[in-house]
């Protein structure tokens, strides 16, 4: 069976340090692989997509970047916080693009001071 | 662009009773519609995914049904427990992505 994890779960982080959030799948392969970030009280924000190793697709500008070094790996980082980068993180797989369902992790709640 | 609306943001109900959720979507060009709940501080589960060729699906005391034409979508749930308490989102699916409602909260009290 599938499963993807995140870390960490919580994080809390000074403006203007360094960001980097893991999220790995296992059970499948060549997934597609997706960053949401959730304020309080809103709907999931689409923050990149991925299809494939090195392809990112990036939906917003943003202090936010995204990489793949590997086939089920997928990490979300930032050079230097804003306030504006807390909440809540998820990641999530699907098999193929729109058509199939997505699987979330369990989230990674951030807290920029 | 594809905008997804979820009516009412929040509601309150006693245990047993039936209730509907409401999704709407702007754009009726979508895959899929899917429907997740969330529960506080935890990331999202599939309940039910509609492909757009799809009326409705039924799991369990869930049905979802869907009309792309009119682009919405509600979430029926039969006899509601408290731990049906959660938040409800649904979402539409793209080429490559989904768009999200801001989603309802739903607290069944006993």
């Known amino acids: 069976s599938q499963t993807i994890h995140q870390w960490p779960a919580t994080l809390v982080q000074p403006v203007g340090s360094p960001l980097s959030l893991e999220c790995t799948v296992e059970?499948?392969?060549?997934?597609?692989l997706y960053w949401y970030r959730q304020a309080a009280g809103r709907g999931l924000q689409l923050l990149f997509y991925?299809?494939?190793?090195?392809?990112i697709s990036s939906e917003v500008p943003q202090n936010l970047s995204a990489s793949r070094p590997q086939d089920r790996q997928f990490i979300l980082s930032s050079k230097k916080l804003l306030l504006s980068d807390s909440g809540f993180y998820l990641c999530?797989?699907?098999?193929?693009?729109?058509?199939?369902?997505?699987?979330f992790g369990p989230g990674t709640r951030l807290t920029v001071l | 662009k594809q905008e997804v609306t979820q009516i009412p943001a929040a509601l309150s109900v006693p245990e047993g009773e039936n209730l509907v959720l409401n999704c709407s979507f702007t754009?009726?060009?979508?895959?899929?519609l899917q429907w997740f709940r969330q529960d506080p501080g935890k990331g999202l589960t599939s309940l039910l995914l509609?492909?757009?060729?799809?009326r409705e699906q039924t799991s369990g005391r869930l049905n979802a049904s869907l009309d792309k034409s009119s682009g919405r979508s509600t979430l029926y749930i039969a006899a509601s427990q408290p731990g049906d308490s959660a938040t409800y989102l649904c979402?539409?699916?793209?080429?490559?992505?989904?768009?999200f409602g801001a989603g309802t909260r739903l607290t069944v009290k006993p």
């Open positions: 509609i492909q757009s060729s799809q």
């Open positions: 999530a797989w699907s098999a193929t693009g729109g058509t199939d369902t997505q699987y």
């Open positions: 754009d009726s060009a979508i895959y899929n």
């Open positions: 991925s299809v494939g190793i090195g392809q």
């Open positions: 979402a539409v699916g793209l080429s490559n992505d989904m768009r």
């Open positions: 059970g499948t392969s060549n997934p597609n």
